[in-house]
Nanobody, 129 residues
Framework: QVQLMESGGGSVQDGGSLRLSCVVS????????MGWFRQAPGKEREGVVA????????YYADSVKGRFTISRDNIKNTLFLQMNSLKPEDTAMYYC??????????????????????WGQGTQVTVSS
C-alpha cells in the first residue's frame, strides 16, 4: 500500500490558481488509480479528478472540467493538481487518494471510491470572493 503526502493548499482570491502536490511513496502499478477528492464543511466527500496510471486516462467532475488538470511526474512519483479559475465553491479540504482497480472504467467512470487503498492527510484550499 502506498503512502501519500499532500502539499500546496492555501488561500486565494476568486479567479486565482493553486497547484497541489501529492508525493507517492511505495510501489506504483499500472492498475493503480490515483486522484483527488474534496470535502467541504457539512458536505460529503466528492471525487474531483482521477488518473489511471497504466494508460493516463482521466476523469474530471463536471464542476472542475476546463479549470483543473491532473498530472504525474513519473520520475519523482508525484501527483499534481493544477487548479485555475478557482471559485469560492471550490473551498474544501482536498485529499489525495490511490487504490488498485480492476478496470480503467473503475477509475475513470466517475464512481471511483478507494476501498482498501490509501489516503493523504488532506490540504486546505480556501477561495474568497
Amino acid at each position: 500500500q502506498v503512502q501519500l503526502m499532500e502539499s500546496g493548499g492555501g488561500s486565494v482570491q476568486d479567479g486565482g490558481s493553486l497547484r497541489l502536490s501529492c508525493v507517492v511513496s511505495g510501489d506504483t502499478y499500472s492498475n493503480h488509480c490515483m486522484g483527488w477528492f474534496r470535502q467541504a464543511p457539512g458536505k460529503e466527500r466528492e471525487g474531483v479528478v482521477a488518473l489511471y496510471i497504466g494508460t493516463g486516462s482521466t476523469y474530471y467532475a463536471d464542476s472542475v472540467k476546463g479549470r483543473f488538470t491532473i498530472s504525474r511526474d513519473n520520475i519523482k512519483n508525484t501527483l499534481f493538481l493544477q487548479m485555475n479559475s478557482l471559485k469560492p465553491e471550490d473551498t474544501a479540504m482536498y485529499y489525495c487518494a490511490a487504490d488498485l482497480v480492476r478496470t480503467i472504467f473503475d477509475c475513470t467512470g466517475g464512481g471511483w471510491r478507494p476501498t482498501s487503498g490509501s489516503w493523504g492527510q488532506g490540504t486546505q484550499v480556501t477561495v474568497s470572493s
